[in-house]
């Protein structure tokens, strides 16, 4: 019948045009069009998302941390300082004066400015790198001053920066709390001596285990909103330093054996509230 010629005729042309070089090329570049299209709004969703969440976080852990804060300042603290903002120029002037070849005093003035500019200003800085080295020697540094404003400079970049930035502080707090356990020239107290919490090194160290512990408990905030590349440099060099093993107690008695990481921790977070919160079952990625 003509009715079901001119159906045969349809069904010819759409075979031969779905089976054509151009049809094929056409829905390829369609295909990848739309799939740039739809990772695009769901990049922009995403990111609007982060921004509410972030500022609700941000006040929550503000007022978690601020304690940290104090317990790291004296009563003159720069923290109540409104934020200095600062071009690369000046950071760069800053983080030359930070080397440790320069005078106690006029490093100590520049971790004094460092505290008064935004966080996120200074790990955007080029020269952040530099900084961060200059920051950890600070707080091995003996001198109580230099120690206690690099501490602070940490706390305050824990408790008003975006994840990206608190990610570089945590694992840079991490890598120093680890070189204090694997120096020679950090001796650490062994568990037949206890701890000497009147010991003024005892109380600094005491005082960045529990700033890494604050920013340990918030930690699953962010596993639902970050990539996991960016969270896996979190939960590494949280392993690493809980696996440091003191050369001394590869050969000692129990009584001989030096305090690790894990105990200090322990102190701080006795029920480990902070691991109870990083497992699966607690807060899922789904």
């Known amino acids: 019948s003509q009715g ?29 069009t739309m799939m740039i299209v739809v990772e695009s709004l769901i990049n922009k969703f995403e990111e609007d998302q982060l921004k509410k969440e972030e500022l609700h976080r941000r006040k929550q852990h503000e007022q978690r941390t601020s304690y940290c804060m104090d317990s790291c300042s004296d009563s003159g ?8 903002f600062m071009n690369q120029e000046q950071l760069q002037i800053i983080v030359g004066r930070m080397d440790p070849s320069q005078p106690k005093e006029v490093r100590r003035e520049a971790l004094q400015t460092l505290c008064c500019a935004p966080p996120s200003d200074v790990l955007n800085c080029e020269c952040w790198v530099t900084l961060r080295k200059h920051l ?90 970050h990539p996991e590349k960016f969270m896996e440099e979190i939960v590494e060099s949280t392993l690493s330093l809980l696996s440091v093993t003191h050369e001394q107690n590869l050969r000692a008695e129990t009584s001989h054996r030096v305090l690790e990481p894990v105990h200090f921790l322990a102190l701080l ?11 699966h079952g607690y807060y899922s990625r789904t």
Not at 12 to 27: A, G
Request: proline share 4%.
């Open 4 to 32: 079901s010629g001119q159906d045969t005729l349809v069904q010819q042309v759409t075979r031969k045009t779905r089976e054509s070089d151009e049809y094929k090329e056409m829905m390829k570049s369609l295909k990848n």
């Open 77 to 84: 603290s720069s923290f109540n300082q409104s934020y200095t």
């Open 136 to 225: 950890a020697t600070a707080l091995s540094d003996p001198d109580p001053t230099l120690n206690d404003k690099s501490l602070r400079f940490y706390a305050k970049t824990f408790s008003s920066s975006t994840f990206t930035t608190t990610r570089e502080t945590y694992t840079s707090l991490a890598k120093h709390l680890e070189s204090c356990f694997t120096s020679q020239q950090s001796p650490v107290p062994t568990l037949f001596a206890g701890i000497d919490i009147t010991s003024p090194d005892i109380v600094q160290l005491l005082k960045k285990f529990r700033l890494l512990n604050e920013f340990q408990k918030e930690v699953p905030s962010f596993w639902i909103r």
């Open 269 to 279: 977070d006795t029920k480990a509230s902070w691991f109870n919160k990083w497992m």
